[in-house]
């Protein structure tokens, strides 16, 4: 959080709110060490950041992410396009798949750049 603009929405504590309940809804964890518990906090902290600025990025863009379920993003514009973007880390999105959120978003290739 050091590093994050000063007007960011999740301060700390909220931060710390959010992975709570994450925490306690892990199942079956054999928590190691202290360090484990640590690192295991950390992570969901991370994911909570990274959802909040998918969130506000698809926000910006006139669009929203409807839910995450597991590593796939559904995302609903204000004009009713939808579609399902996978987030699967390491991994990259085939040109199959690009063209069928590209088309599913009514975007052609030079028209998603220029949103980059």
Request: aromatic share 4%.
């Amino acid at each position: 959080m050091r590093d994050e603009r000063p007007d960011h929405p999740l301060q700390t504590t909220a931060l710390v709110h959010g992975a709570y309940p994450r925490l306690i809804d892990v199942k079956r964890v054999d928590w190691e060490s202290r360090t484990h518990f640590f690192a295991v906090s950390a992570q969901m902290m991370r994911r909570l950041l990274v959802e909040a600025a998918r969130k506000r990025n698809a926000d910006e863009r006139g669009g929203s992410v409807v839910r995450v379920r597991g590593s796939h993003h559904f995302l609903k514009h204000a004009d009713g396009r939808s579609t399902v973007v996978p987030a699967h880390p390491g991994e990259t999105i085939g040109p199959g798949l690009t063209t069928k959120i590209l088309r599913d978003c009514d975007l052609t290739p030079d028209g998603l750049l220029a949103l980059l």
